[in-house]
């Protein structure tokens, strides 16, 4: 059971022979549960590492087990605080890789700026012309203008006429933008496959694992972008492409699919705040407004009987609502 924490089967036993009878010796552990000291000790030192033991202060060399209402919601704290420092550091990678990129810009024959929106436009439309096996997009933001919109269509029906296929991540909060949401439904029904996420990194596009095009500034994608063909890069952008369209939801699995309780962008929001960003930094992350995320907090902890969102996030996680996708 205790698995989903790190702890091996043997480091659960000896926890629970502890925690049923706390006077038991490591000699005595050896005994209840047929173990050899080695793998006695092994276990002893896991659960020290994780703060579910002490040492006692009656006995010598002997142990003392933590309360699991203490020393399990401790254990799920540090675990949610650490998957949230991962996140930061996908988060990070994703900055410098894009930073890197923009910056190396030196035309080597790898790398081609297209400064302006014009300029990146007719090149998509050419790329839509040659692509060969499949397109990539990743598309941030609430909504779309509606001359991307039309580009995209057009790009889009030619691409899936000559069967190329077309994968499109888009942010959870372009379902509430009326045109940016029907063109995901059309994209969907024309034979592409929509997914959702509720962050994205920044704008990419992907031709048949060969060709990246990313903006050439982050915060502001008019400024133009930049074409890659660098494999290494090319090869980079594709694996981010991956990891998050495993964790994206199918266009059509609705707005607020819900799993543990909570919907995807509910997840995402106590996730960002755990990491220690503001309101105003998730709404960002998010696309919604500070007030939205005000409204889903208050409601969260509500739900969870919570005093407060540090609360709100630990019961959370106790129940499981902060796993997986």
């Excluded at 010796?25 to 050896?30: A, N």
């Excluded at 203490?70 to 550091?89: K, S, V």
């Excluded at 059309?186 to 990419?204: D, F, K, N, Y």
């Amino acid at each position: 059971m205790l698995d989903v924490l790190g702890l091996d089967a043997v480091a659960e036993d000896v926890y629970r022979a502890m925690l049923a009878d706390r006077t038991l010796t490591v000699d005595d552990l050896c005994r209840l549960l047929g173990l050899p000291e080695r793998q006695v000790r092994c276990a002893l030192d896991e659960l020290f590492e994780r703060a579910l033991i002490r040492r006692s202060s009656d006995y010598a060399d002997g142990w003392r087990a933590i309360d699991p209402q203490t020393a399990l919601l401790n254990l799920l704290a540090r675990q949610h605080a650490e998957l949230e420092r991962r996140r930061a550091d996908i988060v990070t990678a994703q900055a410098e890789v894009a930073a890197f990129i923009a910056e190396s810009a030196s035309g080597d024959g790898h790398r081609e700026r297209l400064p302006g929106i014009d300029q990146v436009i007719s090149r998509l439309e050419q790329l839509a012309e040659t692509a060969r096996t499949q397109v990539l997009g990743i598309t941030p933001g609430s909504a779309q203008t509606e001359a991307s919109l039309a580009a995209a269509r057009r790009n889009d029906a030619r691409l899936l006429e000559r069967g190329v296929a077309i994968r499109e991540i888009v942010q959870d909060a372009c379902r509430n933008d009326p045109a940016t949401a029907a063109h995901a439904r059309w994209l969907t029904e024309a034979g592409g496959q929509v997914r959702s996420s509720p962050t994205l990194p920044h704008r990419m596009i992907l031709i048949d694992a060969r060709i990246a095009i990313v903006p050439l500034d982050t915060a502001d994608p008019r400024k133009g972008a930049l074409q890659v063909t660098d494999p290494g890069i090319v090869g980079t952008l594709l694996a981010l492409f991956e990891q998050i369209w495993q964790s994206a939801v199918p266009l059509g699995a609705g707005a607020n699919p819900r799993r543990h309780g909570l919907s995807s962008r509910e997840r995402e929001l106590l996730r960002l705040l755990a990491a220690g960003l503001t309101d105003e930094a998730a709404a960002a992350r998010l696309a919604i407004s500070d007030r939205t995320v005000r409204r889903i907090m208050n409601d969260l902890c509500e739900r969870l009987d919570a005093a407060s969102r540090f609360e709100a996030g630990i019961k959370a996680a106790q129940a499981g609502w902060l796993e997986g996708p």
